[in-house]
């Protein structure tokens, strides 16, 4: 197991489009593994390879509290998104700011398992949320996207200045 850096904004690497797993072997079992590691000890509720500078399309999650629900992710498709939900989002790519985005309240997701097995998956809330915004880190696309061109570019600003994670 080992931490990996994470990206910060506005490194243009996280602007990179993930391409799909075409198979779950033991080496993306590995990265999957360091992914939860990286994440838990951020801490975070959720990361995508990208922010690892892996342009593959994998995520894991964990919403839960006591921080043993891992949710592994591979090649995600959001199948129906419904409803609409205003929370306060951060991202381990934007540290220290937060500000409220708008986001389906209810989705079906469709993706493979740690072993490769397809499995479909409902959520709503948080968790709903948290699969959104992986996703689209996975186009290159991050919460500060949804934001006023002027809070984007005071927060680029202020964390173009902080030392790159690698
Ligand atoms: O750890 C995280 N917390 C969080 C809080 C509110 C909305 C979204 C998130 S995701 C973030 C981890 C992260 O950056 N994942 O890409
Ligand atoms: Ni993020």
Redesign the pocket.
């Known amino acids: 197991m080992a931490q990996l850096p ?1 990206l910060t904004f506005p490194d243009p690497r996280l602007r990179t489009k993930a391409r799909p797993v075409a198979r779950v072997d033991d080496k993306v079992r590995q990265l999957i593994d360091d992914m939860l590691e990286t ?1 838990y000890a ?7 390879a ?2 690892v500078n892996v342009h593959r399309r994998i ?1 894991v ?1 964990d919403v839960s509290a006591e921080h043993d629900q891992p949710l592994v992710l591979v090649n995600p498709v959001i199948e129906v998104a419904e409803g609409m939900q205003e ?8 540290p220290g700011f ?1 500000e409220t ?1 708008e986001r389906a309240e209810r989705i079906r997701v469709r993706a493979l398992n740690r072993d490769g097995e397809g499995f479909e998956k409902e959520a709503d809330g ?1 968790l709903a ?2 699969i959104q ?2 996703c ?2 996975l186009e290159g696309k991050l ?1 500060v996207d949804y934001l006023s061109n002027l809070k984007r570019q005071r927060i680029r600003k202020k964390l173009a200045k902080l030392p790159k994670a690698s």
């Open positions: 994470i994440m951020a801490p975070g509720i959720g990361l995508a990208s922010q995520i999650i929370r306060e989002e951060g991202c381990l790519s934007v937060y985005v948080l949320l948290c915004h992986e689209d880190h919460f």
